[in-house]
């Protein structure tokens, strides 16, 4: 739908002082989405012209939507603020529409449907005020101003300011509106701070229009859709209300889940059909998934991406990395700093990879640290073997080409190149490349009887 003649203001100014983290809270991630974007994003799909009102923290806030926005996004300093009244006050001067939606920054799961719901009611009714209210007479959700309706008129109390009856008064205010810019722009320097919170309060405006017989509509919205967060618990409920709805929508992609409430997945992470997610698993955001993969128990991957067909077993880390189509990975395996694994390559039990490529069908399957190495296709990395990467002063590449053996506790210190069909003994330690003429050869170990792969095979 297209809503015309609205601008909207977003309040994002505030200090957040019921989350005591001296931080402000619109900059906290709900599945990897900062709070603040969740609005932002929904007014850009909308296509309505946004200002936000920024004060506390806001060279911050305005980072992250600058970020996310191309810089599309205008906004308005709060000098000191002084609640939702005062922060409206500062954006008037970038009134520029007939109608001006406000909106909380602080209510991270509603639904572009709501905003339309409003748009059209207040479209409908000529309103000079509408806004959205939820059923909720269970003051021990939140602190939400009341709806009070007496004798033909409507008035928003707030919590603090609140006496009545909750169950009588069971209608509370969710935080958007769209007010008439004439009725804002005559009434606005009228509000008081003559309230509990000492606060200029946007929503007394309502009892403004209503007592002056100007229009007020509502529509009312669920109330799981409207929760603003004003504290850490808040933010967890939050959380875990959009981690179902994401959980929801990939279970309907054909992801199977073995106890999805201890599941987390980030809202830009992708999952393949017939993927199997175990518990207590996190997927964080950049990560994509194919089909058919299975991620065991208490594993994470960040920014990972897993080909189809892989399996990656209990408590393993994949991180800003990727592995290719049916490999197996862990248990207990650390795969990390843009790493890349073949197709068909197994990384085993408390194997670390940093920084590093495996080339398809190789196998390191134990106790095996492999830093800033090249490891071709087909190569056999025996338990407990270590490239030595770091020369007390910088890091050193180790290369070990196609179809070598690296025999077990083998200590590989770089920068040295393994060539090609190269067996090593267990324990060895390999800090030169293979020079065929040097008499260095003659120092190193003889090898054991070993089956060798094919006769062009070097052996240390
Ligand atoms: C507000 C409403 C309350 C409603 C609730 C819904 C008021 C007075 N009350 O209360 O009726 O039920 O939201 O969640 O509006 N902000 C500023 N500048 C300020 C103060 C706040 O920009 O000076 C911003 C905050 O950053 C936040 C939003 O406005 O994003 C709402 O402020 P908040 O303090 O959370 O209001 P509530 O007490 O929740
Ligand atoms: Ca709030």
């Not at 015309?4 to 906290?28: I, N, P, W």
């Not at 408590?315 to 694994?341: M, Q, R």
């Not at 190789?362 to 296709?377: D, E, I």
Request: contains cysteine; charged residues 20%; proline residues 2%.
């Amino acid at each position: 739908m297209t809503i015309k003649d609205v601008q909207a203001v977003v309040l994002a100014a505030g200090k957040s002082t019921r989350f005591r983290t001296e931080k402000s809270k619109l900059l906290e991630r709900i599945c990897g989405r900062e709070m603040i974007l969740y609005i932002t994003k929904l007014l850009e799909n909308l296509k309505v012209p946004t200002t936000c009102v920024v004060g506390y923290q806001r060279e911050l806030v305005q980072k992250i939507i600058n970020k996310s926005h191309n810089s599309k996004i205008s906004f308005v300093a709060q000098e000191n603020p002084q609640g939702t009244g005062h922060a409206i006050l500062c954006a008037q001067p970038t009134f520029c529409k007939n109608n001006i939606l406000v909106i909380n920054g602080d209510m991270p799961l509603i639904p572009e449907t709501v905003v339309e719901d409003l748009y059209n009611k207040h479209i409908e009714t000529s309103a000079t005020i509408s806004f959205v209210i939820s059923h909720n007479s269970d003051t021990s959700t939140g602190a939400y101003g009341r709806i009070v309706r007496t004798n033909g008129s409507i008035e928003i109390v707030e919590a603090k300011d609140f006496d009545g009856d909750a169950h009588e008064h069971c209608f509370i205010n969710a935080g958007i509106y769209i007010i008439n810019r004439d009725f804002l722009d005559n009434y606005i320097s009228t509000l008081t701070t003559n309230n509990a919170n000492n606060e200029f309060y946007i929503t007394d405006l309502v009892k403004i229009a209503s007592q002056k017989g100007y229009t007020v509509t509502t529509v009312t919205a669920p109330f799981d859709r409207i929760r603003g967060i004003n504290t850490l618990h808040e933010l967890w409920v939050a959380e875990q209300i959009k981690r179902a709805d994401t959980i929801k929508y990939w279970m309907g992609q054909g992801v199977r889940f073995s106890l999805a409430q201890s599941v987390h997945i980030d809202l830009d992470v992708e999952i393949g059909a017939g993927t199997y997610i175990d518990c207590s698993v996190h997927l964080l955001s950049g990560t994509k998934i194919g089909k058919n993969c299975t991620i065991k128990g208490f594993s994470t991957l960040a920014n990972a991406i897993l080909g189809d067909n892989s399996e990656v077993k209990p408590h393993s880390i994949i991180e800003n990395s990727s592995v290719g189509c049916n490999a197996k990975i862990g248990p207990f395996a650390c795969i990390h700093e843009n790493s890349t694994i073949g197709n068909n390559a197994i990384i085993g039990n408390f194997v670390e990879i940093r920084e590093s490529k495996i080339d398809s069908k190789s196998t390191a399957k134990h106790l095996t640290y492999l830093g800033h190495a090249h490891v071709g296709s087909n190569v056999t990395i025996g338990a407990g073997t270590i490239t030595c990467n770091h020369d007390g002063q910088q890091y050193q590449k180790t290369k070990i080409k196609d179809n070598s053996f690296i025999g077990s506790n083998n200590s590989i210190v770089a920068p040295v190149t393994i060539e090609k069909n190269t067996f090593t003994t267990a324990g060895t330690v390999i800090s030169k490349n293979k020079s065929h003429s040097s008499e260095e050869n003659n120092t190193k170990k003889q090898p054991h009887k070993c089956s060798q792969k094919n006769n062009s095979q070097h052996i240390i």
